[in-house]
């Protein structure tokens, strides 16, 4: 399965804004996917040892996302060309299931606690 493959790490940007200053922050992820598919079940790209994953939906259709068992992890939505446009928490705070469904295609995935504002998110820079 996906998640036991030894992973590189890599670096992905995320451009910030502090009043009229903008700066880019870093962030460690473990790799980036594609999926042609509009339901992803997420503990199947995301354990323990994933500090960040960036995921790409390739159709046309809204996505549901199964984010059970997922945490503790932020998801920062970005729009086709990339601009930010809201966030979604994953923490177990419970026995139920967790499920989200989004209309956006760039998702980045954190592992909590993460480094940055999230009011001076303005983009993800590839």
Do not use: C, W
């Amino acid at each position: 399965m996906y998640k036991n493959l030894k992973q590189i790490m890599k670096t992905a940007f995320i451009k910030l804004k502090d009043g009229n200053t903008t700066s880019s922050k870093a962030i460690t992820i473990n790799d980036s996917i594609t999926l042609n598919e509009s339901f992803a079940d997420m503990a199947n790209y995301l354990d323990k040892d994933t500090v960040g994953l960036l995921v790409h939906f390739k159709h046309q259709q809204n996505n549901l996302l199964n984010l059970t068992k997922v945490s503790p992890y932020i998801l920062l939505f970005f729009d086709e060309e990339l601009f930010f446009k809201g966030t979604s928490y994953s923490i177990n705070s419970g026995s139920g299931t967790y499920t989200i469904q989004t209309q956006y295609k760039n998702i980045l995935i954190i592992k909590m606690p993460f480094e940055f504002d999230l009011n001076e998110v303005i983009r993800f820079q590839k």
